[in-house]
Nanobody
Framework: QVQLVESGGGLVQAGGSLRLSCAAS????????MGWFRQAPGKERELVAG????????YYTDSVKGRFTMSRDYAKNTVYLRMNSLKPEDTAVYYC???????????????????WGRGTQVTVSS
């Protein structure tokens, strides 16, 4: 079993920054593909960023490229999502997810992930 706990969400003005954390337990993040998803009201859940488990290849959805950075800290068994230049359209609940399958590429579909955190709210005011 893998437990994931997100933190770091909050209210920020447009142009501001936040750093989300996802602390994992039960398995080391180096053996997991990890993803950050978000879901805004009335919209489908989307993959924002993801990282493969061994190679560390990182994927970003087009709308966040150049603004968001995903990273992982093996010592803290935590993955992060640094979000800069935030926009009102980034407002959503952000979820951390883990996939135990040894995929070469970052899994894009939420259905491919085995474990999920409860989410953290990010609200960007204009």
């Amino acid at each position: 079993q893998v437990q994931l706990v997100e933190s770091g969400g909050g209210l920020v003005q447009a142009g501001g920054s936040l750093r989300l954390s996802c602390a994992a337990s039960g398995r080391t993040v180096s053996t997991l593909a990890m993803g950050w998803f978000r879901q805004a009201p009335g919209k489908e859940r989307e993959l924002v960023a993801g990282i493969t488990r061994f190679e560390g290849n990182i994927y970003y959805t087009d709308s966040v490229k150049g603004r968001f950075t995903m990273s992982r800290d093996y010592a803290k068994n935590t993955v992060y999502l640094r979000m800069n230049s935030l926009k009102p359209e980034d407002t959503a609940v952000y979820y951390c997810a883990a996939d135990t399958f040894p995929a070469v590429e970052v899994p894009k579909s939420g259905g491919e992930y085995d474990y999920w955190g409860r989410g953290t709210q990010v609200t960007v005011s204009s």
